[in-house]
């Protein structure tokens, strides 16, 4: 059986088409069978500290204050903050610093606050002795007459010459000493912490003793009476009228 021309040239386009589809078939099997590569990329992040400055600019820190005693504070707020210069200018001029329980004339731990925007920051202001000068002195070993009054005054107590700023801080007590009562009796004077001690001794007074020069002369008081009564006799006679 012989096929005509029309039916071998469709035959012809059919195979083609087939040959087309298997081949490009053959491409995508061969493309699914590649393998896949991966590649990993890393990411460096590098760490650099931020400036406190600029991390915790406005963040209002205060500081607790030390001041010796009847010495005046500072009025000025920036005194008062630890990091004044990590607040805009601007900020600082709307604190308000309030100091108004503290008391420099007396020792004790204060509180002083400081506003701003309607929100209250707190801190101490601390009221200490003022710190005396270092001195070594001694004291005298004293006599009095029963019944003498004491000085209170300590400089009157110490051989050497103190300052009057050391001499105000010193602590007199004669409370064991009694005037009227002969005897010594311990006394002490304390300074900085430290008691120094010494003596008083309270003396009776002795008995009168009469000497050459104070004992009186007889012979004469009596021609003295014997004068005065002559004297009185005479008076007596010279008017025998009356």
Known sequence: MKLKTKELQMLAIIMAIWSFILIGSGISLNNTNKTIEKKVYTLSVKKEKVPESQAKINEIKLKDITITINNPISVNVEDYLENPEQIDKNVLNKLTLDTSLVNINQLGTYQYTIKYNKKKYIANIIVKEKE???????LK??????GDSLSQNPRDYINENLSDEVNNALTLDLSQVITNVAGTYQYTITYKNTTYTAYITIKAPG??????NTAKDDSKEDKKTET?????TTSTTTNPEN
Do not use: H, R, S, Y
């Not at 070993?141 to 029963?146: F, Y």
């Open 228 to 232: 005065d009564t002559k004297d009185l």
């Open 132 to 138: 005396l000068p270092k001195v070594d002195f001694t």
């Open 207 to 212: 008995p009168t003793v009469i000497g050459p």
């Open 141 to 146: 070993n004293l006599e009095i007459a029963l």
